[in-house]
């Protein structure tokens, strides 16, 4: 499942063996998005079943270049 944000800037994606974090537009800075990765994995893991394993956990900044 994939929570995005009103603006749709930022996505939230918590699959049972995976998660990560999304920033699309309006960067902030690394520092920012680590921050905001930490506090959402603090949440995943609350709400996490216990024999949760995960396989996969991303951060990922993505650039947008027009072209034409």
Avoid at 21 to 36: F, G, I, M, P, T
Avoid at 44 to 50: E, K, Y
Wanted: with cysteine; proline share 3%.
């Amino acid at each position: 499942r994939i929570c995005w944000n009103e603006d749709k800037s930022r996505a939230i994606q918590a699959r049972r063996d995976g998660f990560s974090v999304n920033h699309v537009r309006s960067y902030e800075n690394w520092d920012a998005l680590l921050d905001q990765t930490r506090t959402w994995w603090s949440v995943f893991l609350a709400v996490s079943p216990g024999d949760t394993r995960i396989v996969q956990c991303s951060v990922r900044y993505v650039n947008r270049i027009p072209i034409g």
